[in-house]
């Protein structure tokens, strides 16, 4: 069994900074990558930031620059930094745990850009 927990999303003003995390917990072997995705109100998922075993990273053209994705490999987590919030980064933010033989989602944590 394994447990995704994301966690650090929040209400912040435009041109704020939050700080996302997500664990892994359990039975925990060969991950492949973990990524954060998005959906905003009446849109579809949309991947924002993936790392990998090797340390390669994937942006949306929209987050370049003002997000970052890292990780932890000892404590099987990780991060995204975002920076700059504007109001359309609005959405429930999950992480994603690529495994060899599969995948685990977490449960999606709620970001609001707004005055």
């Known amino acids: 069994q394994v447990h995704v927990v994301e966690s650090g999303g929040g209400l912040v003003q435009p041109g704020g900074s939050l700080r996302l995390s997500c664990a892994a917990s359990?039975?925990?072997?060969?991950?492949?990558?973990m990524g954060w995705y998005r959906q905003g109100p009446g849109k579809q998922r949309e991947l924002v930031a993936r790392?990998?075993?090797?340390?390669?990273?994937n942006y949306a053209d929209s987050v370049k620059g003002r997000f970052t994705i890292s990780r932890d490999n000892v404590k099987n987590t990780v991060y995204l930094q975002m920076s700059s919030l504007k109001p359309e980064d609005t959405a429930v933010y999950s992480c994603?745990?690529?495994?060899?033989?599969?995948?685990?989602w977490g449960q999606g944590t709620q970001v609001t850009v707004s005055s």
């Open positions: 994603k745990i690529d495994f060899l033989l599969g995948n685990a």
């Open positions: 359990g039975s925990i072997f060969g991950i492949h990558a």
């Open positions: 790392i990998t075993n090797s340390g390669s990273t």
